[in-house]
C-alpha cells in the first residue's frame, strides 16, 4: 500500500482535536495544588504560562510552514539540525503521545472505580483503550467530529461553572488572585506544574499531512487553541479562586475539583462535573492516541522503522491502521504503569520535543535562510530564544524520575539508532511534502 495520507481535515478539526488533546476540563485536576504552590495565584499562574508558552506555540507555527509532515519535532529537527538528532527527538517525543493515552486510561478507571468500585479496574482500562483504537482506525473525520462532540461539552460544562461561580462570588470580585501579595518565584513554580496543561497545540502538527492547506490552516489553529485553552484555564480559574482562595479550604488539594463542583452546583452539578471530567479523558486519548500513530509514520518513511507495518495506510479509511493498533495493544500496559511514572515519560518527551523545535527555528530560518532584518530577528532568533528560556526552567523543574526515567529511553534509542546506521544506509530525504 503506498504510504499517502488523505487531505480531510480543516480549521475547525484541527481546533477540535488539540482542545481535545488539551483537555479544558484539566484547570480543575490541578487547581488545588498550584493553589497552595502559589499561594492563592492560580490565574497568574496561568497567565505567566500563556505567555511563555506563546513564543514556543510561534516556533511550531513556523516550523511547520517550512516543513508541512506527518513528523512535527521529529521532521523539524531532522530537517533544520541533523537526521540523527531529528530521530533521536522523535524518540523522546514517542514518550509524550504513547503514554498520555495510558494517563487517560488510567484516570478512566479511577473515575469510573469511585462510581462502581465493585467493577476492576482493568475492565474500564480495556473498554477504554478498545474505544480510542476502534475509532482512529475508521476513518479520522469521524475520530475528530466524536471528539469535537466531547470537547463541547467540557466547554459547555466550564461555561455553566463559570455563570454558576460569577453569580456566588459577585459581591467578592477583586484583583487579589493577581496582584496580591505575589512574587514572581512564586508565579513561576506554579507554571512548571501548569505548563502541561497545555500541552496539544503542538499535535495537531502531527496531521499536516492530511489536512487542507495546512501551511496556512495548521499554524493559525495552534494559535487558536493555545489562547482559547488558556483563555479558558485563566477564567475558569479566577472564578475558582475567588471562592477558594486558600488551598486550607480543601480536604484533599489533589481532590479540590469534586469539592469545587459540589460547592457550586451540589449533587446535580458534581454529576455533570464528574461526566465532563470522564469525557476529557476520552478526547484526549483519541487526540493522543492519533498523534502517535502519525509520528510513527513518519519515522517509518524515512527508515528508521519497518515501512511495511509502519508506513501502511489503509485503502478505505486512510489511516496507518497497524500504527493504530500497535499503540492500542501497549496502551493495555496501563494496568501495570502508576500514573506517576507515566506523567513522568510524557514531561520528558514534550520538553524535549519543545527544545528542539525552538532551536530548529533558529536553525532553519536564522543561520540557514539568513533571514536576519530587524523583524526577522524578532521572530526567529529572540522569540524562539524566549521559548527556550522557559523551557529551560522547565527542565530544571524536573523531578528526578521524569530524568532518570527519561535519559534511559533516549539511550536505548541511540543504541537503537546506531544499530540501525550499522545495518542499512539511511538517506533522508529533501522535505518535498506541501
Known sequence: ??????????????????????????????????????????????????IA??????????????????????????????????FLVGWAAILDYLFLPMINALLTAIYLSAIFPDVPGW???????????????????????FGAVLVLFQVITAILFILLSAGQSYAQWSTAPFTDNVSVGVLFAGASILCFSFLGFDA????????????????????????????????????????????AMFSDV????????????????????????????????????????????????????PKRIFSYVHPRTKTPMWNIILIGVLSLTAVLLSLEMAASLINFGALTAFSAVNISVIMHYYVKQKRRSAWDTVRFLIAPLLGSVFIFFLWTSLEATSLILGLSWSMIGALYLLYVRKMKKINIP????E
Request: charged share 10%; hydrophobic share 50%; proline share 3%.
Open 430 to 433: 529533501t522535505f518535498h511534502f
Open 204 to 247: 495537531v502538527t502531527t496531521l499536516s499531512e492530511e489536512t487542507i492547506e495546512p501551511k496556512k490552516t495548521i499554524p493559525k489553529g495552534i494559535l487558536i487553541i493555545a489562547l482559547t485553552g488558556g483563555l479558558l484555564f485563566i477564567t475558569v480559574s479566577f472564578f475558582a479562586q475567588i471562592l477558594f482562595p486558600s488551598a
Open 254 to 305: 489533589e481532590g479540590a475539583s469534586a469539592e469545587i463542583a459540589y460547592k457550586i452546583g451540589g449533587t446535580l452539578f458534581q454529576s455533570v462535573f464528574v461526566a465532563a471530567a470522564l469525557t476529557s479523558t476520552i478526547a484526549s486519548g483519541l487526540a493522543s492516541h492519533m498523534s502517535a500513530s502519525r509520528l510513527l509514520f513518519a519515522i517509518s518513511r524515512d527508515g528508521f522503522l
Open 53 to 86: 508558552i506563546l513564543f514556543t506555540a510561534l516556533s511550531y507555527g513556523h516550523m511547520v510552514k517550512a516543513f508541512p509532515g506527518a513528523g512535527s519535532a521529529y521532521t523539524y529537527a531532522q530537517q533544520s539540525i541533523n537526521s540523527n538528532v531529528g
Open 123 to 145: 475492565i474500564w482500562i480495556v473498554g477504554f483503550v478498545l474505544i480510542l483504537t476502534v475509532f482512529n482506525i475508521f476513518s479520522v473525520q469521524l475520530t475528530v467530529s
Open 1 to 50: 500500500m503506498k504510504d499517502i495520507l488523505e487531505r480531510r481535515l480543516k480549521l475547525w478539526h484541527i481546533i477540535a482535536i488539540g482542545l481535545g488533546y488539551m483537555a479544558p476540563m484539566a484547570v480543575f485536576d490541578t487547581f488545588g495544588i498550584v493553589t497552595e504552590v502559589t499561594d492563592g495565584h492560580v490565574p497568574a499562574a496561568y497567565t505567566v504560562t500563556l
